[in-house]
């Protein structure tokens, strides 16, 4: 027998073999490892931030919150806060959260969730600082698939003194209206 035919048949009979074992112990522990992870896919390893949004009764008790440990585990199945209860388009009044407050190139930025779907209407920023309306910005409303958001409010910088600033956002369409407090310390 040739040395050639030798080399297949080792190769046949023991390299092929070993490959097999090995692709299957990858399957099988990743298999194992899947097992691990909760209805929303969310493995040990996985590094998704999540965002919970607080209502501003909560924002004003931050010496009331619990520290976090900063592990995702704190973070994995909780669900931002939202509106419980019936459809929030059927109420007579509008409600929505402040999702965003930053102050980024000279500019604070200032984004507004509504709950209902509108295809129309407008948000009114009032900002305050020492008790003084020191800006005022009127933006449309924008419908998403099943809510809403004002376009944004960019305040320049120039407007503010350092310090705190509260805001409240009049949302009104139709005939509903609404409004949503904030504030941040810049």
């Known amino acids: 027998m040739s040395r050639r035919r030798r080399n297949r048949r080792w190769v046949f009979k023991v390299i092929v073999p070993m490959f097999v074992v090995v692709v299957a112990c990858i399957?099988?522990?990743?298999?194992l490892n899947g097992g691990d992870k909760g209805d929303d896919g969310i493995g040990v390893?996985?590094?998704?931030?999540?965002?919970?949004?607080?209502?501003?009764?909560e924002l004003e008790n931050d010496s009331e919150k619990e520290e976090s440990s900063g592990n995702i585990d704190d973070y994995v199945n909780k669900r931002p806060?939202?509106?419980d209860g019936g459809s929030p388009n059927e109420l007579e009044y509008l409600t929505g959260v402040v999702n965003y407050v930053k102050t980024?190139?000279?500019k604070l930025l200032i984004r507004v969730s509504i709950d209902q779907y509108l295809e129309e209407g407008t948000c009114?920023?009032?900002l305050l600082q020492e008790g003084n309306i020191v800006y005022q910005e009127t933006t449309d409303i924008?419908?998403?698939a099943t809510t809403s958001t004002c376009?944004?409010?960019d305040?320049?910088?120039?407007s503010l003194i350092s310090g705190e600033v509260q805001f409240t956002i009049y949302l009104s369409s139709d005939d509903r209206v609404g409004e949503v407090n904030g504030g941040a310390e810049i």
Do not use: R
């Open 45 to 57: 390893g996985d590094e998704e931030v999540y965002t919970l949004i607080a209502d501003d009764e």
């Open 81 to 83: 806060i939202q509106y």
């Open 151 to 153: 376009k944004g409010f």
């Open 104 to 106: 980024n190139g000279g």
């Open 155 to 158: 305040v320049p910088m120039a």
């Open 27 to 31: 399957v099988w522990a990743s298999f």
């Open 142 to 144: 924008v419908g998403d």
């Open 124 to 126: 009114e920023l009032v």
